[in-house]
């Protein structure tokens, strides 16, 4: 059963014009536009990548967080799921495992492409990709917890991002130390950091957000 629901979540975010497709598209939309607005310097670029690359891939995860649970919130499929064998909070798990799945993995891997846009060294360059592969799971467990906070709330996908966000804001500062401290960043203090706080919300997002998706329902 876990694996029917993994894999129907997946079909519904890489569907045609589903949530993955979206995130890539403005992961590479803002990437490519900030060049444009700073200008050709090569140094400059390459100096302002690891922040540029992680917002805007903080930013590109954050597009399909609403829908994370509320579409099945809405058509009543989440009241079948909390009645079916399986817990919430493997529920929960299951649909961020899907996010990351869909969205952080495809943003990792596209952003070796980017980051040679900004001038970034190959050293750089992989540490950039080791940073979102660690750090992603963060994005989709503590939006886990967002996007069930707000699931009976109206227009709730646009007070998402400001409990999301400042909650997000170490992961963005350890994986872009990580990036800027150059080919030592694979060894450095910055990428233990960003895995240590990466495992924790993981490992406990997922009671958040069943507790929360309970009280939801409840009411």
Known sequence: ?????????????????????????????????VPL?????????????????????????????????????????????????????????????AHWLTT???LTLLSPLLGAMF???????????????LGTPSVSALGAIGAALTLSIRRGGLILPLLVLPLLAPAVIFGAAAVQAGPDGMSGGALLFLSAFSVATTLL??????????????G
């Not at 993994?6 to 890489?14: E, Q």
């Not at 540029?52 to 009241?79: E, P």
């Not at 997002?205 to 329902?217: D, G």
């Open 1 to 33: 059963m876990i694996g029917a629901l993994l894999g129907r979540d997946i079909r519904l975010a890489t569907r045609a014009g589903g949530s993955s497709a979206l995130a890539l598209a403005f992961f590479a939309a803002v990437v490519t536009l």
């Open 37 to 97: 607005g700073i200008g050709t310097d090569i140094a400059l670029l390459a100096r302002v990548a690891a922040g540029v690359l992680w917002v805007a891939a903080v930013l590109a995860a954050l597009l399909s967080l609403d829908r994370l649970f509320q579409a099945d919130f809405d058509d009543g499929s989440l009241d079948l799921l909390a009645l079916s064998p399986l817990s919430l909070e493997t529920i929960a798990v299951v649909k961020i495992a």
């Open 104 to 106: 952080g993995l495809p």
């Open 119 to 133: 001038g970034l060294p190959p050293g750089e360059t992989g540490t950039l990709a080791l940073s979102l592969l």
């Open 205 to 218: 997002s997922p009671f958040a957000a069943a507790a929360a998706v309970r009280l939801n329902l409840a």
